[in-house]
Nanobody, 121 residues
Framework: VQLQASGGGLVQAGGSLRLSCAASGLTFGSYAMGWYRQAPGKERELVAAINSGGSTYYSPSVEGRFTISRDNAKNTVYLQMNSLKPEDTAVYHC????????????????WGQGTQVTVSS
């Protein structure tokens, strides 16, 4: 299984970025996909997730600003990030697990490499 994340970068506060995670080696439509982030000195946190049926979860810190979506035909999950804040600065990782999402990172089976998001004030 490979998860390839892309789309990170440097953006000013208030700006937008869209992250993508392309998956291979799994039956994508049967998997929940999630986006975690880890800022320096902080624990990794689940930002958003979408299960195989399309139901979503958002961390309270991003709800209303971030949108997770998936394109099963392209084996890709997206994270649209709007109204970015400096506190959103982190390395963002995508993850996959069968069927439903989970809060605990230990329950996710597959991880991609991170993509850096930096929001300047």
């Amino acid at each position: 299984v490979q998860l390839q994340a892309s789309g990170g970068g440097l953006v000013q506060a208030g700006g937008s970025l869209r992250l993508s995670c392309a998956a291979s080696g799994l039956t994508f439509g049967s998997y929940a996909m999630g986006w975690y982030r880890q800022a320096p000195g902080k624990e990794r946190e689940l930002v958003a997730a979408i299960n195989s049926g399309g139901s979503t979860y958002y961390s309270p810190s991003v709800e209303g600003r971030f949108t997770i979506s998936r394109d099963n035909a392209k084996n890709t999950v997206y994270l649209q990030m709007n109204s970015l804040k400096p506190e959103d600065t982190a390395v963002y990782h995508c993850a996959a697990r069968p069927v439903g999402w989970a809060i605990s990172e230990s329950l996710w089976n597959h991880w991609g490499q991170g993509t850096q998001v930096t929001v300047s004030s």
